[in-house]
C-alpha cells in the first residue's frame, strides 16, 4: 500500500525557516519524480515545487524559487522541502504527491494527508 | 499559468443524485486533466486521469469527460461516502493548475 507522511509542520514567525519531510513506502521511491503542493487561505490548492527522480532536475512556483529548496533521499525514502525566509503568505497545509506517468499521460496518483505550516508573529 | 475554473464551488445533494461538476481551462490542454477527491485530514484521492479514464478500485459511478477547454467530472448516483470536495487539475503544461474545488453537500 502507497503511504507518504508529511511532518514538520508548525508556527514559525515571519522570516523564519522550516523544514519539512514526506516518508514515502509501498512503492520503489526512485523511481517516481516527487512533488510538493500546498493549500493556502489566499489561494487555494498551489503547485510548489517538483523534483525528478534522480535527483537532478527541480522545478519551482515564482512565489517561492529562491527560498524554498526540495531535495530528497533516495535510500532513506524520504522528500524534503526547505523553506527559507518565510513569508505569511506561505500559511497553509503542504502535500507531498508521487507522480505517475503511463503512455505519456502524467498525473499525481497518490497523496499524503498534509503538514501545517503557519507563519505568524 | 492556464487557469481552471471550476464550477460550482458547491451544491447540495441526496444520496441517489446525479451530481455534475465541471471544469473549464483558459486555454486547450487536450485531455490533460484529473480529478480528486479530498475529504478534510485524509490525502486527496484521485478518481480519474486524463480527462475519462478511471482510477483502479474507483466505483464506476464516478465519470469523466470533456477535452481541450471543458470538462465534467458526474456522479451516477450520489452515495454517503460521496459528500466531500472535489477538485481538478491539469497537466498539460507547467505549472501544473487547480480548480477551486467543489464541496458536496448533504441537502
Known amino acids: 500500500e502507497v503511504q507518504l507522511v508529511e511532518s514538520g509542520g508548525g508556527l514559525v514567525q515571519p522570516g523564519g525557516s522550516l523544514r519539512l519531510s514526506c516518508a514515502a513506502s509501498?512503492?520503489?521511491?526512485?523511481?517516481?519524480?516527487m512533488t510538493w503542493v500546498r493549500q493556502t487561505p489566499g489561494k487555494g490548492l498551489e503547485w510548489v515545487s517538483t523534483?525528478?527522480?534522480?535527483?537532478?532536475?527541480?522545478y519551482y512556483a515564482d512565489s517561492v524559487r529562491g527560498r524554498f529548496t526540495i531535495s530528497r533521499d533516495n535510500s532513506k525514502n524520504n522528500l524534503f522541502l526547505q523553506m527559507d525566509s518565510l513569508r505569511a503568505d506561505d500559511t497553509g497545509v503542504y502535500f507531498c504527491?508521487?507522480?505517475?506517468?503511463?503512455?505519456?499521460?502524467?498525473?499525481?496518483?497518490?497523496w499524503g494527508r498534509g503538514t501545517l505550516v503557519t507563519v505568524s508573529s | 499559468a492556464i487557469q481552471l475554473t471550476q464550477s460550482p464551488s458547491s451544491l447540495s445533494a441526496s444520496e441517489g443524485d446525479r451530481v455534475t461538476i465541471t471544469c473549464r481551462a483558459s486555454?486547450?490542454?487536450?485531455?490533460?486533466l484529473a480529478w480528486y477527491q479530498h475529504k478534510p485530514g485524509t490525502p486527496p484521492k484521485l478518481l480519474i486521469y486524463?480527462?475519462?479514464t478511471l482510477e483502479r478500485g474507483v466505483p464506476s459511478r464516478f465519470s469523466g469527460s470533456g477535452s481541450e477547454t471543458d470538462f465534467t467530472l458526474t456522479i451516477s448516483s450520489l452515495q454517503p461516502e460521496d459528500f466531500a470536495t472535489y477538485f481538478c487539475?491539469?497537466?498539460?503544461?507547467?505549472?501544473?493548475?487547480f480548480g477551486h474545488g467543489t464541496k458536496v453537500e448533504v441537502k
Open positions: 504527491a508521487k507522480w505517475a506517468g503511463v503512455g505519456g499521460v502524467w498525473y499525481f496518483d497518490f
Open positions: 509501498g512503492f520503489t521511491f526512485s523511481s517516481f519524480a
Open positions: 523534483l525528478s527522480h534522480k535527483n537532478d532536475k527541480t
Open positions: 486555454q486547450g490542454i487536450s485531455s490533460d
Open positions: 486524463d480527462a475519462s
Open positions: 487539475l491539469q497537466f498539460d503544461s507547467h505549472p501544473q493548475t
